[in-house]
């Protein structure tokens, strides 16, 4: 009988939780408080301290972390922001509704991570962020990074959405820039059971502007200081978060282990993602890249092996993205996009499932020779 590998299940992954998710569930229900309640303040406590940072303010998704984010600066419209070319679209919708223009930078080839080299050159009159993306649970390469952001004055936005517990030497992502913005979908290495989001910020000013505008502009019921958003991580999901940030750590080892049996064992013509001493990736996804990337996800999948492509199409080309960028001259995002494929990396596989993989893609390699 074919032997099946789900990409991913997250009732598998969420099982070892279930019980401690359902006293949860029942807490909240019965205290009758579901909004920016007691759960919501222990939970982002936890995670500030998790983190490292000063502060964390709950928000509804990862999207609206990087709006608020900007929001918090005022920044003028028109006002560029510097962001990776081959990051998810949602890194550049928030550049876009908040009124900015984005200004898209090739990554390094190898890290998948914005080009250090490339950012400068980028840089105009109306620069006035960076926006980061440590894409699949790897850190961006930050002191080059740090370096051009005080040299030209700039603020520097995270997105740490792929990166909860990711290092930096001996620094968490988050914990760099004026703001860390986290998304908590449920596929996250920190998955909520719905929609969450939070930023962490070391300021304690721009921690007060980030609560303001996820409720209406409000600190205090009816008063209103400034024009804000409905965005607030609701009391459910942040008791369920609680539940899973304590096994975070155990979460990401366990990623670690699985990330490394395929880089020791899998054929050197696959390219494999790059390991490095001063980084600690949490592989939220485990990439690697193969010319025939369309047919290798093919006969994957006649092998009874589900993948997924972190991403078929560069922003550039996406049909809304028409107009935005003053090019569409991106060959290192294309070259990624056109040749990536995501490995099964879960809580909720076994070293088994990963051996099955592993056997069947050295197979296709022989087979591709």
């Known amino acids: 009988m074919l032997k099946t590998v789900e990409y991913e299940s997250l009732a598998a992954v969420n099982a070892p939780y279930l019980e401690r998710l359902k006293d949860a569930f029942g807490r909240v229900a019965e205290k009758g408080w579901y ?105 961006c390469d930050m002191q080059p990074i740090l370096e051009i952001k005080h040299k030209y004055g700039l603020k520097l936005i995270e997105d740490c959405a792929q990166s909860h517990g990711a290092m930096y030497g001996k620094k968490l992502t988050g914990t760099f820039g004026e703001f860390g913005a986290f998304s908590f979908y449920p596929t996250k290495n920190l998955g909520a059971i719905g929609d969450a989001g939070a930023v962490t910020a070391e300021d304690d000013d721009l921690a007060v502007t980030i609560r303001r ?49 395929y880089l020791n064992q899998l054929s050197d013509r696959f390219i494999l993602p790059i390991i490095s001493d001063n980084f600690y990736d949490v592989f939220h996804i485990f990439a690697v890249r193969h010319k025939k990337r369309d047919e290798l996800r093919q006969y994957l999948l006649k092998n009874g092996i589900k993948t997924e492509i972190h991403y078929p199409i560069p922003p550039h080309k996406q049909k809304a993205m028409s107009g935005v960028f003053d090019n569409d001259n991106f060959p290192i995002s294309e070259e990624i996009h056109s040749t990536v494929l995501s490995l099964p990396i879960s809580y909720g596989h076994t070293e088994d499932d990963i051996n099955y993989v592993i056997d069947v893609m050295n197979k296709f390699d022989k087979r591709d020779k």
């Open 35 to 139: 909004i920016l309640g007691g759960e919501v303040k222990a939970f982002e406590s936890k995670f500030a301290e998790f983190i490292g940072a000063r502060n964390c303010i709950g928000v509804a998704s990862g999207l609206d972390a990087l709006i608020l984010s900007l929001r918090a600066f005022n920044f003028a419209s028109g006002d560029e922001v510097i962001v990776p070319s081959n990051t998810y679209i949602a890194t550049i919708l928030s550049i876009i509704h908040c009124g900015l223009k984005p200004v898209l930078v090739e990554p390094d080839i190898k890290t998948y991570n914005i080009d250090p080299s490339k950012i400068e050159e980028a840089i105009t009159s109306r620069t006035k962020a960076i926006m980061i993306v440590h894409l699949y649970g790897k850190a």
């Open 213 to 261: 505008l996820r409720n209406y502009g409000s600190d205090i019921k009816y008063q209103n200081e400034i024009v804000g958003y409905n965005s607030r991580l609701d009391e459910l999901q942040a008791a369920l978060l609680s539940v899973k940030l304590e096994s975070l750590n155990l979460l990401n080892a366990h990623k670690r282990k699985l990330a490394s049996m």
